[in-house]
């Protein structure tokens, strides 16, 4: 190595530091609540083999699997044909992508005439096209139904827009002024990262800075497998269950197998569920992000995250699986909800071998819900995407944290007050959903209530959900949480203007209440939109009297509950 380490260690955060930035450019550029308030994205900077070097604290399931679409759209175009301004687009779940949604932008950076580095950010457009405004068709049988595919193409190509691929993108979703505006901002971002690897380069020389690259992903290389290390030596195998794909109600099993060997470490999904009907496929390129992210949560948390903390990991997932389907599967549920099961599936095999830096799982769920219609009072279309926070699980120590995305996810809850002036929809309530939380001498923390009354004429809704009929595991002896309201878990239920109340089951024929398409509600119609918390951790007989009266005092826990889960009587003031 010729660079010095502290030339090194400042090359490295600033990289970090950029895309920060560049993550700040789009947010505030942005036109959908899902990016500017949601943060639904996530930047990085790669190398010019498609290596990611640098990435800030954004959304683990994107940046996991951003590598394998960076990678695979430079070899598709020719990475020696690409010029200065040219930018890529791409979201196709098959070649590197995670569901149709999400976008992949890159910029490559030349300096000197060289490719330097690629600046890529993956956001989720709100509409995609497809079978239902927001592009979550909980029916979905082929990805035909889920919006329109993208291959890596170019959006501009040597600072010129091309037009024609512009129209093309606009002419398939349903609002094009947010997707216009949005994809906009995800160039706006690339445009700075650019800047500032240059600005880099200007300071430090493009040489120091070519080697740098390969010299961080080296040492995060070193870390991780020194990590891995610590790890007892053996196989480790866990089953987790999605609850159904939509069509049938069967449960599907994402099977792993996690072998450590020295410094060495391989994630088998053989035994896995052959592909599902319906829309909750995983691609590989999201299984292997669900497999790096719990491996990431187990170790020194101050690895610098990049390629080199992928290189030890070997994933193996069978084609024509729930974890790595063959085309043209749907695949739109995959990378949000079975991406929790990979995850969870991951982490109880870790448990075996590492049980005290585990927590138990959470809520599950990002209860996507996504509707549009016609705003006559704006006198435009509209389509939003609401997704859920939750409880988390137990943890050694601590009680899990209530009102949080999952553990596999870093995105925000947007606010009600945005969604509001931006939809014809009013939030009624939005609270803690008591005793939602998993038993345990560590309890899960609480899911959340979400009341939503719509007030435009028509309003067309679907819903890709799980953790509806079943429920978050509890570890070493803590309790899943109980079921709520009807027997379901998380849920979404209807109470109608005409005063009919249920699920999508009992009101409209569903085959699934957590995997439903195209609803149609009207003015004054009301959702109740609900999670659970997550998975208790430890026997709930080892938890401090003070602690439960605590969560009986402030509401968390019914008194009758701590006492029948915990047996605490005189905690809770009960004979």
Same mark, same amino acid.
């Given at each position: 190595?010729?660079?010095?380490?502290?030339?090194?260690?400042?090359?490295?955060?600033?990289?970090v530091?950029?895309?920060?930035?560049?993550?700040?450019?789009?947010?505030?550029?942005?036109?959908?609540?899902?990016?500017?308030?949601?943060?639904?994205?996530?930047?990085?900077? /790669? @190398?010019?083999?498609?290596?990611?070097?640098?990435?800030?604290?954004? @959304?683990?399931?994107h940046?996991?699997?951003?590598? /394998?679409?960076?990678?695979?759209?430079?070899?598709?175009?020719?990475?020696?044909?690409?010029?200065?301004?040219?930018?890529?687009?791409?979201?196709?779940?098959?070649?590197?992508?995670s569901?149709?949604?999400?976008?992949?932008?890159?910029?490559? $950076?030349?300096?000197?005439?060289?490719?330097?580095?690629?600046?890529?950010?993956?956001?989720?457009?709100?509409? $995609?096209?497809?079978?239902?405004?927001?592009?979550?068709?909980?029916?979905?049988?082929?990805?035909?139904?889920?919006?329109?595919?993208?291959p890596?193409?170019?959006?501009?190509?040597?600072?010129?827009?091309?037009?024609d691929?512009?129209?093309?993108?606009?002419?398939?979703?349903?609002?094009?002024?947010?997707?216009?505006?949005?994809?906009?901002?995800m160039?706006?971002?690339?445009?700075?990262?650019?800047?500032?690897?240059?600005?880099?380069?200007?300071?430090?020389?493009?040489?120091?800075?070519?080697?740098?690259?390969?010299?961080?992903?080296?040492y995060?290389?070193?870390?991780?497998?020194?990590?891995?290390?610590?790890?007892?030596?053996?196989?480790?195998?866990?089953?987790?269950w999605?609850?159904?794909?939509?069509?049938?109600?069967?449960?599907?099993?994402?099977? $792993?197998?996690?072998?450590? @060997?020295?410094?060495?470490?391989?994630?088998?999904?053989?035994?896995?569920?052959?592909?599902?009907?319906?829309?909750?496929?995983?691609?590989?390129?999201?299984?292997?992000?669900?497999?790096?992210?719990?491996?990431?949560?187990?170790?020194?948390?101050?690895?610098?995250?990049?390629?080199?903390?992928?290189?030890?990991?070997?994933?193996?997932?069978?084609?024509?699986?729930?974890?790595?389907?063959?085309?043209?599967?749907?695949?739109?549920?995959?990378?949000?909800?079975?991406?929790?099961?990979?995850?969870?599936?991951?982490?109880?095999?870790?448990?075996q071998? $590492?049980?005290?830096?585990?927590?138990?799982?959470?809520?599950?769920?990002?209860?996507?819900?996504?509707?549009?219609?016609?705003?006559?009072?704006?006198?435009?279309? /509209?389509?939003?995407?609401?997704?859920?926070?939750?409880?988390?699980?137990?943890?050694?120590?601590?009680?899990?944290?209530?009102?949080?995305?999952?553990?596999?996810?870093?995105?925000?809850?947007?606010?009600?007050?945005?969604?509001?002036?931006?939809?014809?929809?009013?939030?009624?309530?939005?609270?803690?959903?008591?005793?939602?939380?998993?038993?345990?001498?560590?309890?899960?923390?609480?899911?959340?209530?979400?009341?939503?009354?719509?007030?435009?004429?028509?309003?067309?809704?679907?819903?890709?959900?799980?953790?509806?009929?079943?429920?978050?595991?509890?570890?070493?002896?803590?309790?899943?949480?109980?079921?709520?309201?009807?027997?379901?878990?998380?849920?979404?239920?209807?109470?109608?203007?005409?005063?009919?109340?249920?699920?999508?089951?009992?009101?409209?024929?569903?085959?699934?209440?957590?995997?439903?398409?195209?609803?149609?509600?009207?003015?004054?119609?009301?959702v109740?939109?609900?999670?659970?918390?997550?998975?208790?951790?430890?026997?709930?007989?080892?938890?401090?009297?003070a602690?439960?009266?605590?969560?009986?005092?402030?509401?968390?826990?019914?008194?009758?509950?701590?006492?029948?889960?915990?047996?605490h009587?005189?905690?809770?003031?009960?004979?």
């Open positions: 190595m010729t660079v010095d380490l502290i030339t090194l260690e400042i090359l490295r955060s600033g990289l530091k950029l895309t920060e930035e560049m993550g700040l450019a789009m947010g505030r550029t942005s036109h959908s609540p899902i990016f500017n308030e949601g943060r639904d994205y996530s930047c990085a900077v /790669f @190398d010019p083999a498609g290596e990611m070097v640098a990435q800030a604290a954004f @959304d683990p399931l940046l996991g699997a951003m590598p /394998f679409a960076v990678e695979w759209a430079l070899h598709e175009l020719d990475v020696t044909s690409l010029v200065p301004g040219d930018m890529i687009l791409t979201n196709d779940p098959y070649r590197g992508g569901h149709l949604p999400d976008f992949t932008m890159m910029v490559p $950076v030349f300096a000197d005439g060289e490719l330097v580095a690629v600046c890529a950010n993956r956001a989720h457009q709100v509409d $995609v096209g497809g079978s239902v405004p927001g592009s979550f068709f909980g029916e979905a049988t082929e990805i035909f139904q889920e919006g329109l595919t993208v890596p193409v170019f959006m501009y190509r040597g600072g010129e827009p091309v037009a691929t512009w129209r093309l993108i606009l002419a398939n979703v349903r609002d094009k002024e947010s997707t216009r505006g949005d994809m906009q901002a160039f706006g971002s690339l445009k700075t990262g650019e800047r500032e690897v240059l600005e880099l380069v200007r300071r430090y020389g493009r040489e120091t800075v070519v080697e740098a690259l390969e010299e961080i992903k080296d995060s290389e070193r870390r991780m497998r020194q990590e891995i290390a610590a790890i007892p030596d053996g196989v480790y195998q866990f089953v987790n999605l609850e159904d794909d939509g069509h049938s109600l069967e449960p599907l099993a994402v099977a $792993v197998t996690v072998t450590i @060997d020295g410094r060495d470490a391989i994630v088998d999904f053989t035994g896995s569920a052959k592909q599902a009907r319906g829309p909750i496929n995983a691609p590989y390129a999201v299984t292997a992000s669900n497999v790096y992210c719990p491996f990431l949560e187990v170790v020194s948390p101050d690895i610098p995250t990049n390629h080199g903390c992928y290189r030890p990991i070997t994933v193996i997932a069978p084609p024509g699986t729930v974890v790595n389907p063959d085309y043209p599967a749907p695949v739109v549920g995959g990378n949000v909800e079975t991406s929790a099961r990979i995850s969870e599936g991951v982490l109880g095999a870790l448990a071998a $590492v049980p005290e830096r585990v927590i138990a799982p959470s809520h599950g769920s990002f209860l996507n819900l996504t509707g549009g219609g016609h705003d006559p009072d704006a006198g435009r279309d /509209f389509v939003f995407y609401l997704y859920r926070e939750g409880g988390w699980g137990g943890r050694p120590g601590a009680d899990g944290n209530s009102a949080l995305f999952g553990t596999w996810s870093n995105d925000r809850q947007s606010s009600m007050e945005a969604n509001e002036q931006a939809y014809p929809i009013r939030f009624e309530a939005h609270a803690l959903t008591l005793d939602s939380d998993g038993a345990g001498r560590d309890r899960g923390g609480l899911g959340t209530t979400m009341v939503i009354r719509v007030l435009c004429p028509s309003l067309r809704l679907s819903l890709v959900a799980e953790r509806c009929r079943s429920s978050p595991f509890g570890m070493f002896g803590g309790r899943p949480p109980e079921p709520l309201e009807g027997g379901l878990w998380n849920h979404v239920r209807f109470r109608l203007a005409d005063g009919r109340a249920g699920t999508a089951v009992e009101l409209f024929g569903r085959s699934s209440p957590s995997k439903w398409g195209d609803i149609e509600l009207h003015a004054g119609d009301v109740e939109y609900v999670t659970v918390g997550g998975g208790g951790y430890g026997d709930p007989a080892g938890r401090d009297a602690r439960v009266a605590a969560d009986v005092e402030q509401g968390y826990v019914d008194a009758a509950r701590a006492a029948r889960l915990y047996g009587l005189e905690a809770t003031g009960r004979a």
